[in-house]
């Protein structure tokens, strides 16, 4: 089946903790994006990324990185997190006109 | 980031309503996409737009790409309760995506 998987669903961490949150595609997409969702703001782009080794910044980059070793591959890191980083991220891959979303992450940064 | 002006903000309605929603812009986009986004899931693609003037529809939803390029409509008839949700516009300039804020509907019995 053909999707977007992106691990933990959950996750709850103390400010300053260094995470990563993975997300993997099985289409072959050589775009893929990082979004976060907050309430009354929609959804805004963090990183995206057009091939390997290929990355840049979205809307709102600033206390993310992120890296493109591998197609299938687009982890988001936040090596400092803090509260302001408390939100819903999305994953998504695309052929070029029309995204293919993970199931999101709700990360609670305490 | 460039800005997709979507309204209504939400909507309630009554089962077997129909409704419409837009978004605009002040940019021109070669793609306008329409998504739906249940709860605690992620946005799923209802409708694809590449033709200004082009109207689509997918059951009872119907959409079009506004002839000057910079909006965009949904329209759903008939809604059923399993319409709940949040819908999003999206645009395409041919490598960068933008997101409307999002229509949140709910359906009442």
């Known amino acids: 089946e053909a999707q977007v998987t992106q691990n933990p669903r959950y996750l709850i961490t103390v400010t300053g903790k260094k995470l990563t949150v993975t997300c993997s595609q099985n289409?072959?997409?050589?775009?893929m994006s990082w979004y976060r969702q907050d309430p009354g703001l929609g959804l805004r782009q963090i990183y995206y990324?057009?091939?390997?080794?290929?990355?840049d910044k979205g809307d709102v980059p600033e206390g993310y990185k992120v890296s493109r070793k591998e197609k299938r591959n687009f982890p988001l890191i936040l090596e400092s997190p803090s509260p302001n980083q408390t939100s819903l991220y999305f994953c998504?891959?695309?052929?070029?006109?029309?995204?293919?979303f993970g199931s999101g992450t709700r990360l609670t940064v305490v | 980031g460039q800005q997709l002006n979507q309204s209504p903000q939400s909507m309630f309605i009554q089962e077997g309503e129909d409704v419409s929603m837009n978004c605009t812009s002040s940019s021109i986009f070669n793609t306008w996409l329409w998504y739906k986004q249940d709860p605690g899931e992620g946005p799923v693609l209802l409708i694809a737009?590449?033709?200004?003037?082009e109207l689509t529809s997918n059951g009872r939803l119907t959409a079009q790409f506004g002839i000057t390029r910079k909006d965009s409509f949904l329209n759903i008839s008939a809604s059923i309760p399993s319409d709940v949700g949040i819908y999003f516009c999206a645009a395409y300039t041919g490598n960068q995506f933008y997101f409307g804020t999002g229509t949140s509907l709910t359906v009442i019995p």
């Open positions: 998504a891959s695309s052929p070029g006109e029309g995204y293919t």
């Open positions: 289409m072959n997409h050589e775009y």
């Open positions: 737009l590449y033709k200004a003037g």
């Open positions: 990324s057009m091939n390997v080794e290929v990355t």
